[in-house]
């Protein structure tokens, strides 16, 4: 079956950190790019941090960069968020997404998300 | 930075057509995808690179765009279409999310 499941969402102390995972599996996951997603309770999606398929781009989202590290491991099909400094706005489910872009002529015009994991939830609480 | 804007809600009838926009500053440059979330479930993608409908997606759903506006058009709109709609584009070295639209089927 194809699926993306996450792990590792947890309860954690301001200030805190917290190491996201997710497991690929039923594709060929060196083919993808890979994602997290956020959203937090009653609100919207949130994108937080995506990866290419051989780490030749890494993005972050203005409000994590400096505080969240994306990596990934093509030989065992997984993705990490490794999450520090945590504040309570940090609070929400984390989606792992398998993406793919769309390039022209030599630029990035597209990054979607075909495929989204059920969730992680994070709650940074005192 | 960028940004894209939905309305909050949009309503429709059992059968009739339901329109959801998505706004942002020259939006035809980038291409725009959509997304389905139901209540306690993740988000499916429905609308990919404007108006392409990934494998499993009913062909009720079509995208386009033009100018500054993407749109999600849902024909014959089903209860089970009763869901938050969220468009999504790439600008630069960012991903892009509307707030989200909630499609009320009355």
């Known amino acids: 079956e194809v699926q993306v499941v996450e792990s590792g969402g947890g309860l954690v102390k301001p200030g805190g950190s917290l190491r996201l995972s997710c497991a690929a599996s039923?594709?060929?996951?060196?083919?993808?790019?890979m994602n997290w997603v956020r959203q937090a309770p009653g609100k919207g999606l949130e994108w937080v941090s995506s990866?290419?398929?051989?780490?030749?781009?890494?993005y972050y989202a203005d409000s994590m960069e400096g505080r969240f590290t994306i990596s990934r491991d093509n030989a065992k099909n997984s993705l990490d968020l490794q999450m520090n400094s945590l504040r309570a706005e940090d609070t929400a489910v984390y989606y792992c997404?398998?993406?793919?872009?769309?390039?022209?002529?030599?630029?990035?015009?597209?990054?979607?998300?075909?495929?989204w994991g059920r969730g992680t939830l994070v709650t940074v609480s005192s | 930075s960028y940004e894209v804007t939905q309305p909050p809600s949009v309503s429709v009838s059992p059968g009739q057509t339901a329109s959801i926009s998505c706004s942002g500053d020259?939006?035809?440059?980038?291409?725009a995808c959509w997304y389905q979330q139901k209540p306690g479930q993740s988000p499916v993608l429905v609308i990919y690179?404007?108006?392409k409908r990934p494998s499993g997606i009913p062909e009720r759903f079509s995208g386009s765009n033009s100018g500054n506006t993407a749109t999600l058009t849902i024909s014959g709109t089903q209860a089970m279409d009763e869901a938050d709609y969220y468009c999504?584009?790439?600008?630069?070295?960012?991903?892009?999310f509307g707030g989200g639209t909630k499609l009320t089927v009355l």
């Open positions: 997404g398998r993406g793919t872009i769309t390039m022209v002529r030599g630029v990035i015009r597209h990054w979607y998300f075909d495929l």
């Open positions: 039923g594709f060929t996951f060196s083919s993808y790019t």
């Open positions: 990866i290419s398929s051989s780490n030749t781009y890494i």
């Open positions: 020259k939006l035809i440059n980038k291409y």
């Open positions: 690179q404007d108006n």
């Open positions: 999504q584009a790439w600008d630069s070295r960012i991903v892009v």
